[in-house]
C-alpha cells in the first residue's frame, strides 16, 4: 500500500486547509484512515480517523475544527482544517491498515500556522 498526501503550506490563524491522501494498494488494506501530526519535540499524534464505513474518530485538541472524511471509490481520505491555530503547525502524516490506521504511512505534509 502507497500513500500520497498533499495539500499543506503556509496559513493564517484562523484559516483553513484541506489535505488529502490518495491510497493505493490492496482494497482490504485500506480499511481504517486516519491523519497523524507531529511538531517539533513531540509524539506523533492521531488527530482524526475514519472507518470504512465512515465512522469517524477525533483527538480532543481537533474536535469541532477539523473534519475527516473519505471517498472510497477514489481511496482518498481528507482532513479539512477550519479555525486555524498557531499549535497546529506540524508535519501532518496519512496512515491506513486494514483494522487501525497504523500499518501504512504516507510521507508528511508540512502545516504551518503563522500572521
Known amino acids: 500500500v502507497q500513500l500520497q498526501a498533499s495539500g499543506g503550506g503556509l496559513v493564517q490563524p484562523g484559516g483553513s486547509l484541506r489535505l488529502s491522501c490518495v491510497a493505493s494498494?490492496?482494497?482490504?488494506?485500506?480499511?481504517?484512515m486516519g491523519w497523524y501530526r507531529q511538531a517539533p519535540g513531540e509524539q506523533r499524534e492521531l488527530i482524526a480517523s475514519?472507518?470504512?464505513?465512515?465512522?469517524?474518530h477525533y483527538a480532543d485538541s481537533v474536535k469541532g475544527r477539523f473534519t475527516i472524511s473519505r471517498d472510497n471509490a477514489k481511496n482518498t481520505a481528507y482532513l479539512l482544517m477550519n479555525s486555524l491555530k498557531p499549535e497546529d503547525t506540524a508535519v501532518y502524516y496519512c496512515?491506513?491498515?486494514?483494522?487501525?490506521?497504523?500499518?501504512?504511512w504516507g510521507k508528511g505534509t508540512q502545516v504551518t500556522v503563522s500572521s
Open positions: 496512515a491506513t491498515g486494514p483494522f487501525r490506521p497504523e500499518n501504512y
Open positions: 494498494g490492496k482494497n482490504f488494506n485500506i480499511n481504517a
Open positions: 475514519i472507518t470504512l464505513s465512515g465512522r469517524t
